[in-house]
């Protein structure tokens, strides 16, 4: 008989010293999979459906709000940075970096407990989980990264389409957001994976109930370009591997993934034709699979 996925409902704990919100899919006594979120991105970025899929292959899924995003802590004294100014060279002061960002997963595994995760995440996400599987190779069981990247400049940088993207203005109320949120996903999904349209709506209109917050996405940006390349510390990585990559992916260039790959001994890269800065359901088949493939190794 079929039974369905126990679901646990958004809760906040102390990590790292801030508040982090998370929600789980499966069963605390299974291997737990972090899911690490891209750049503005709240937990609900992850689709419930490839959490419950990722969940009957045996994992305790847990997703979360990044600091200042979401539900977790703002850091709203620090300012607000200007990342166009790090875009052309100049030196910014960023508020925390990368590996904060980390520090911030690894408390919220020492929250709930865990010894040791697989640690995935998308854009940023895959940024943060290299970092955590870096500095704290002891706790991570596999890493997943997917449409990202070493940190090296000259590897992978944004199309001029995906910078105008990245740092257009915030949406200015709902309508605003739906529009914003489908015409990124015009953008980005890739020549091989149409829009949903009606499903964008529905994120969007999520996503801006739960609150959105450009301050904490100007702050994350500022991070990440201060952060430097993890290029040359990828290659003491024993940990294994999965990189994943669209091939059209105008956000983060496809260089960014088989560089992360090239870098990482014995990693596994899995490109995919037609994608571009994107997961969308027709992938999540194949994605899982090999997911739970690398979660063996």
Not at 65 to 77: A, L, M, P
Not at 226 to 232: K, L, P, T, V
Request: contains cysteine; aromatic residues 6%; proline residues 6%.
């Amino acid at each position: 008989m079929y039974e369905p996925i126990p679901y646990q409902s958004p809760n906040i704990v102390k990590a790292n010293g801030i508040e982090i919100c998370y929600d789980a899919f499966g069963y605390p006594r299974h291997p737990a999979l972090l899911m690490v979120a891209g750049l503005g991105m709240q937990l609900i970025g992850w689709d419930e459906e490839i959490c419950r899929m990722l969940a009957e292959r045996g994992f305790w899924v847990i997703r979360y709000d990044n600091r200042d995003v979401g539900q977790s802590t703002k850091f709203e004294d620090a300012g607000t940075p200007n990342p166009m100014n790090a875009f052309a060279g100049k030196a910014v002061a960023a508020p925390y970096l990368l590996s904060d960002m980390a520090a911030d997963a690894i408390g919220l595994l020492d929250a709930l407990h865990v010894e040791k995760a697989h640690i995935l995440g998308a854009s940023m996400g895959g940024m943060i989980a290299q970092t955590v599987a870096i500095h704290y190779a002891e706790r991570v069981r596999s890493l997943t990264s997917i449409m990202s990247t070493t940190g090296n400049i000259d590897v992978s940088t944004p199309t001029s389409e995906g910078l105008a993207l990245l740092t257009s203005p915030p949406a200015k109320d709902l309508e605003d957001a739906i529009e914003k949120e489908i015409a990124w996903k015009k953008a980005t999904n890739g020549s091989a994976y149409p829009v949903d349209e009606a499903r964008a709506r529905e994120r969007a209109k999520a996503i801006w109930e739960r609150g959105i917050y450009p301050d904490g996405v100007a702050r994350q940006l500022t991070a990440i370009l201060a952060s430097g390349s993890r290029q040359e510390a990828l290659k003491t990585l024993s940990t294994p591997t999965l990189v994943i990559h669209g091939q059209e992916d105008i956000i983060v260039p496809v260089a960014g993934g088989i560089a992360t790959a090239e870098a990482i001994p014995n990693a596994k890269l899995m490109l995919i034709y037609g994608l571009g800065h994107a997961l969308p359901p027709e992938t999540w088949p194949e994605v899982v699979d090999a997911i739970a493939d690398i979660a063996k190794d």
